[in-house]
């Protein structure tokens, strides 16, 4: 689970720093009247956030896919409160720039759901086969 883990950290700072970069680059070349000063928190908010979400999966304890799932939608429910907040703190302190920084968090949002799935998918996958691998030790050693 290290070796995913580590991988997955790896994806998640690549998954930033590409769309990061890339939407910035779309929306100060096609959409300058949008750009914002404050653009970085968005993908800063969503390093972290990926950062709790590979740390609190990884660490379910996997007795059916239905606990790593209920995990996972539990996950899934706090970050959409949470980025409703930061909506709402931004429009708190910068009412001019509310209009360019939603419709950036919500195209990051939708961008990092697909993520969070491939994500998600890795983890299913890595217990299923740790569990046949188990599985199948088992059942060598009573055929000793």
Known sequence: ????????????ALFVIIIGFGSWMILIQFHPELAFKDYP??????????????????????DTSTRLISTL?????????????LGLI???LD?????????????????YLFFE????VQIENWHKQNKKQQS?????????
């Open 73 to 85: 939608m539990m996950e899934r429910g706090l970050k959409m409160f949470t980025t409703l907040i």
């Open 90 to 92: 931004y429009w708190l």
């Open 41 to 62: 928190i968005i993908p800063i908010y969503f390093f972290i956030v990926g950062c709790i979400s590979i740390s609190v999966l990884s660490r379910v304890k996997y």
């Open 95 to 111: 009412r001019a720039e509310i209009r360019s920084f939603a419709i950036m968090l919500g195209a990051f949002y939708i961008l």
């Open 136 to 144: 199948n030790l088992e059942n060598a050693e009573k055929n000793k």
């Open 1 to 12: 689970m290290k070796k995913l883990r580590q991988k997955l950290y790896i994806l998640l």
């Open 117 to 120: 799935t491939y994500m998600y």
